[in-house]
T-cell receptor
Framework: DAEITQSPRHKITETGRQVTLACHQT?????MFWYRQDLGHGLRLIHY???????NKGEVSDGYSVSRSNTEDLPLTLESAASSQTSVYFC???????????FGQGTRLTVV | GIQVEQSPPDLILQEGANSTLRCNFS?????LQWFHQNPWGQLINLFY???GTKQNGRLSATTVATERYSLLYISSSQTTDSGVYFC??????????????FGTGTLLAVQP
């Protein structure tokens, strides 16, 4: 079955390290998104992509970057992890605008 | 930017009771989805409902886009309905299109 998967599911890293969270979808969806979820803030958009080689900043993009070299993957990189980036991260994808979005299982990241 | 507010913020029900959750949005939208985040953190798609009414078992949803609100009805609630319910909208203007903005969520606890 087609799906969207995130890895790892849990990660602990140290302040200042570079961390990459993976997101892979097999639906051939054009649009992909990264959100973070924190208590009291709900889900907030970090970065998104409309297609290969396209990336855009969301509302909380500082300290994060993404790249889209193929349709299936949108890895999220924390350039220098900070304690404020401890959160649960969700990846999502959909065919295009005005279509249903589907979410991965989430990655719980702890920065110590 | 668009504001998405959900009410009530918290709700406690006895098993078997019915409930209505509301999502208000401050501007016109192309797209609206309802999600259930279960106690394990997984985001489950409930409805893709830009307008009109849909039903799926004990759950139904209605979106009145012209009046900028959507309602999620849960009938004969079960303990497995517990979790957080989110609505997410895709604004219909300028640079805000092609991304989902999440509401504040309703935390539902169904007691046996």
């Amino acid at each position: 079955d087609a799906e969207i998967t995130q890895s790892p599911r849990h990660k602990i890293t140290e302040t200042g390290r570079q961390v990459t969270l993976a997101c892979h979808q097999t639906w051939n969806h054009n649009n992909m998104f990264w959100y973070r979820q924190d208590l009291g803030h709900g889900l907030r958009l970090i970065h998104y992509s409309y297609g290969v080689q396209d990336t855009n900043k969301g509302e909380v993009s500082d300290g994060y970057s993404v790249s889209r070299s193929n349709t299936e993957d949108l890895p999220l990189t924390l350039e220098s992890a900070a304690s404020s980036q401890t959160s649960v991260y969700f990846c999502a994808s959909r065919v295009s605008r005005n279509t249903e979005a589907f979410f991965g299982q989430g990655t719980r990241l702890t920065v110590v | 930017g668009i504001q998405v507010e959900q009410s009530p913020p918290d709700l406690i029900l006895q098993e078997g009771a019915n409930s209505t959750l509301r999502c208000n949005f401050s501007d016109s939208v192309n797209n609206l989805q309802w999600f259930h985040q279960n106690p394990w953190g997984q985001l489950i798609n409930l409805f893709y409902i830009p307008s009109g009414t849909k039903q799926n078992g004990r759950l139904s949803a209605t979106t009145v886009a012209t009046e900028r609100y959507s309602l999620l009805y849960i009938s004969s609630s079960q303990t497995t309905d517990s979790g957080v319910y989110f609505c997410a909208v895709e604004p219909n203007y300028g640079g805000a299109t092609n991304k989902l903005i999440f509401g504040t969520g309703t935390l539902l606890a169904v007691q046996p």
